[in-house]
Nanobody, 125 residues
């Protein structure tokens, strides 16, 4: 059983930054892609970034240029550095472990078989 725990969310002013962390239990962490999703009230869950086992990264257009994903396999942790945050970034952020090492369909939730509980990010003045 794999467990994912997100942390680092909070309240930040527009233009501010946050770094989210996703820490996983289980030795299989390093052999799967890890994705970050977010879900705002009344909206569908949106894939925003993914990192594959070889370090290839993917970003949604809505966050490209403002977000950087990275992974530290030794710590079983994936990070999401978010800069220049906007009010529309307000959402619950989830990390998820993919069934695959890599996939161009990384935005599809069915690609992922384990999810964290989410961390709230609120961007407001």
């Amino acid at each position: 059983q794999v467990q994912l725990v997100e942390s680092g969310g909070g309240l930040v002013q527009p233009g501010g930054s946050l770094r989210l962390s996703c820490t996983a239990s289980g030795s299989i962490f390093s052999i799967n892609a890890i994705g970050w999703f977010r879900q705002a009230p009344g909206k569908e869950r949106e894939g925003i970034s993914c990192i594959t086992t070889d370090g290839t990264t993917y970003y949604a257009d809505s966050v490209k240029g403002r977000v950087t994903i990275s992974r530290d396999n030794a710590k079983n942790t994936v990070y999401l550095q978010m800069n220049n945050l906007k009010p529309e970034d307000t959402a619950v952020y989830y990390c998820a472990k993919s069934r695959y090492r890599s996939s161009r369909l990384w935005t599809q939730t069915w690609q992922y078989n384990y999810w964290g509980q989410g961390t709230q990010v609120t961007v407001s003045s």
